[in-house]
């Protein structure tokens, strides 16, 4: 079984600042994505990065990167540069177990960027 | 361009009342599942289809029912909605074999 766990349940930041989101989890595969959803309120929930776990380079997506820690088990997001429609839910999430493509979600982190 | 779509984006309903919730689907992906997520909870899978092939969550109540009736279509039953059921539901897809799955804006469904 897997588990993601968000120990983060709120963070603000100023807009135009740095922050990151951390995220844990647990997994007996050895093969594994890890994802960083966005959930801003009232709108759907899009992917904000992804990261294949056989692969050391870490992910980036313009503003957003990812720190992979794979013997650590951790999947923390940075979102430099943060802009207002930045403010979102923050799910990370695993997948493993393919042909069965299950997520396992954490519990989100709500992200406020202040103006 | 391709996209998830449910409707309605708003469901009221009364209390034991059946209700339908829709997905339609312009990917061409063979796999779709749904959620269903309660207020700053993370999403919870109830069930999701492999092409025809219906994968039921353990725990998923009896209450909730889903049917597929061709690829791009996929329906949300819920038979008889307890005050518990308002929560907003989330369909997702994704093709076999890829690792992204693809969400629709959901339906936010009360109950009255």
């Known amino acids: 079984a897997q588990t993601v766990t968000q120990s983060q349940p709120e963070m603000s930041v100023q807009e135009a600042e740095t922050v990151t989101l951390s995220c844990t989890y647990d997994t007996s595969e050895s093969n594994y994505y890890l994802f960083w959803y966005k959930q801003p309120p009232s709108r759907q929930m899009i992917l904000v990065i992804r990261q294949e776990a056989y692969k050391q380079q870490n992910a980036t997506e313009n503003r957003f990167s990812v720190n992979f820690q794979k013997a650590a088990k951790s999947f923390s997001l940075k979102i430099s540069d943060s802009q207002l429609g930045d403010t979102a839910m923050y799910f990370c999430?695993?997948?493993?177990?393919?042909?069965?493509?299950?997520?396992?979600f954490g519990t989100g982190t709500r992200l406020t960027i202040i103006p | 361009d391709a996209m998830v779509i449910q409707n309605p984006r708003y469901q009221v309903t009364q209390f034991g009342k059946p209700v339908t919730l829709s997905c339609s689907q312009t990917?061409?992906?063979?796999?779709m599942y749904w959620y269903q997520q309660k207020s700053s909870q993370a999403p919870k899978l109830l069930f999701h289809y492999y092409d025809k092939d219906f994968n039921n969550e353990a725990d998923t109540p009896d209450n909730f029912q889903s049917r597929r009736p061709n690829t791009s279509f996929c329906f949300l039953d819920i038979r008889s909605p307890g005050l518990g059921d308002a929560a907003m539901y989330l369909c997702?897809?994704?093709?076999?074999?890829?690792?992204?799955?693809?969400f629709g804006p959901g339906t936010r469904l009360l109950v009255l």
């Open positions: 997702a897809t994704n093709r076999a074999g890829e690792e992204t799955q693809y």
């Open positions: 990917l061409n992906h063979n796999v």
């Open positions: 999430a695993s997948l493993s177990n393919f042909g069965n493509e299950k997520l396992t």
